[in-house]
């Protein structure tokens, strides 16, 4: 075998796989590689890094490549891999946390809206106690694509609210304190 047709080697680093670990409070390392995740996973077609061979990296401490993929930014946080993980590992949640381990270091999401949509969903649900689809689409919509998106999209949204699919004003919470609470706990822990 020629030297340009060896293997690549890689060296472990168990720093991620260690950081991961401790923010989500999930064992990365009990994965055996079974494939179920990606088995199970509705949205691999769009992924550069499968679940599993994602696991595997976190694994081995390639920060550069699963911090840079396009498959924490893609994951549908559905929970089938989590469902289906022999080993009870929240697949989902470790996913969230490398999301969150990347906008930390600064590292710039692959999947441009992504980020937007979590930042529009999350301050529906801070507002409003729970998401109000109207406000939420705005939102996301000044911040994905400006004013000309907005009206672009301003035909279906007049449809959609004529049909009762939107409502006009949010429905209020009764617990939207505690709601509100949540939120600067997580703030308070660095979430």
């Given at each position: 075998?020629?030297?340009?047709?060896l293997?690549?080697l890689?060296?472990p680093?168990?720093?991620?796989?260690?950081?991961v670990?401790?923010?989500?409070?999930?064992?990365v390392?009990?994965?055996?590689?079974?494939?179920?995740c990606?088995n199970?996973?509705p949205v691999?077609?769009?992924m550069?890094?499968?679940p599993?061979k994602?696991?595997?990296c976190?694994?081995?401490?390639?920060?550069?490549?699963?911090?840079?993929s396009?498959?924490?930014?893609?994951?549908?946080?559905c929970?089938?891999?989590?469902?289906?993980?022999p080993?009870?590992?929240?697949?989902?949640?470790?996913?969230?946390?490398?999301?969150?381990i990347s906008?930390?270091?600064?590292?710039?999401?692959?999947?441009?809206?992504?980020?937007?949509?979590?930042?529009?969903?999350l301050?529906s649900v801070k507002?409003?106690?729970?998401?109000?689809?109207m406000t939420m689409?705005?939102d996301f919509?000044?911040?994905?694509?400006?004013?000309k998106?907005l009206?672009g999209?301003?035909g279906m949204?007049l449809?959609?609210?004529?049909?009762?699919?939107?409502?006009?004003?949010?429905?209020?919470?009764?617990a939207?304190?505690?709601?509100?609470?949540?939120?600067?706990?997580?703030?308070?822990?660095g979430?």
């Amino acid at each position: 075998m020629t030297p340009s047709k060896l293997p690549q080697l890689i060296a472990p680093n168990s720093s991620l796989r260690k950081q991961v670990d401790e923010m989500s409070g999930e064992k990365v390392s009990a994965c055996f590689q079974c494939e179920k995740c990606t088995n199970g996973c509705p949205v691999t077609f769009a992924m550069d890094i499968v679940p599993h061979k994602l696991m595997r990296c976190v694994n081995l401490g390639l920060r550069d490549e699963v911090l840079n993929s396009d498959t924490i930014w893609v994951c549908a946080s559905c929970e089938t891999c989590t469902t289906r993980c022999p080993n009870d590992i929240d697949i989902a949640h470790i996913m969230d946390t490398l999301r969150q381990i990347s906008q930390r270091e600064g590292i710039e999401a692959s999947q441009k809206n992504v980020p937007l949509f979590h930042s529009a969903f999350l301050s529906s649900v801070k507002r409003h106690g729970r998401v109000h689809e109207m406000t939420m689409a705005i939102d996301f919509t000044l911040k994905s694509q400006g004013l000309k998106g907005l009206l672009g999209q301003a035909g279906m949204g007049l449809d959609m609210f004529k049909k009762g699919k939107l409502k006009l004003l949010p429905t209020q919470l009764g617990a939207n304190s505690q709601v509100r609470n949540i939120f600067k706990k997580a703030k308070r822990k660095g979430r």
